[in-house]
């Protein structure tokens, strides 16, 4: 009866070493592959900034050319380092080209049994006009309703950064953001509202100081269920 016993406790002990055992494979694997994804964005960030700064040169020059062309003397005090502050200005205004969703969603979606709606709203937002390199911002408010894998909240915004970071039309900008959380997530559906002020309006143009632009993009269960679109748009516009 004791040996009985003494085997069965020695069964669940051998148990328990292999549950372990596993957990701990478990673990070192996601640890040496965090570490892998770690070493691959560094060596993505260096990259980066070595075909950055190779493309430094041409930038700068065609800023003193702009420069030349509006009349200006490029050798007065106030305009030295201009072309060369401008072209570094530029590289950071457009460095959503050298970014991709998938990047910055690494390690970041998580299964959840959660399917109600998620909204992150007033995410500040800057871009530039492709057609006259101006500036618009505002604020863009974005929603999903997860089928059981939800997102870091934070990678969010990090999307709205890296296609607002590009030449853009606001149009364009705000379905490229609902696309790329579709297709990340597979959600059953996403909206994705900007409300911008374009400065092509206000400092050149018609001039209108007060004009804003208002763009959506709804996906899924937004597009086909108006309940489902209204109460997103309540809560938006919720305090």
Do not use: W
């Not at 669940?12 to 640890?31: A, H, I, M, P, R």
């Not at 030295?80 to 460095?95: D, E, I, S």
């Not at 500040?124 to 974005?142: R, Y």
């Amino acid at each position: 009866m004791e040996y009985r016993a003494y085997t069965g406790m020695n069964g669940l002990g051998n148990s328990k070493l292999v549950t372990d055992l596993q957990c701990l494979k478990e673990f070192t694997e996601l640890s040496v592959n965090s570490k892998k994804a770690a070493v691959q964005r560094n060596q993505e960030t260096s990259r980066k900034e070595s075909e950055d700064e190779s493309r430094l040169p041409v930038l700068e020059a065609a800023y003193a050319t702009i420069l030349r062309g509006i009349g200006e003397d490029t050798d007065r005090q106030g305009l030295l380092r201009t072309p060369a502050r401008a072209a570094k200005a530029m590289q950071f205004l457009t460095k959503g080209y050298h970014e991709s969703v998938y990047d910055i969603l690494n390690d970041a979606i998580f299964d959840e049994d959660h399917d109600e709606m998620v909204i992150v709203k007033d995410i500040d937002m800057f871009s530039l006009c492709e057609h006259h390199l101006v500036p618009f911002f505002g604020k863009v408010h974005i929603g999903y309703l997860p089928n059981k894998k939800v997102v870091g909240l934070s990678k969010l915004a990090r999307i709205v950064e890296i296609y607002s970071r590009r030449l853009q039309v606001q149009e364009r900008l705000t379905k490229q953001i609902a696309t790329a959380i579709s297709e990340a997530l597979q959600p059953t559906g996403v909206v994705v509202i900007i409300e911008a002020v374009h400065m092509c309006m206000i400092m050149r143009g018609v001039q209108k100081i007060n004009s804003q632009t208002v763009t959506s993009t709804m996906l899924g269960i937004f597009r086909e269920d108006h309940k489902t679109r209204e109460e997103f748009l309540a809560l938006v516009k919720s305090k």
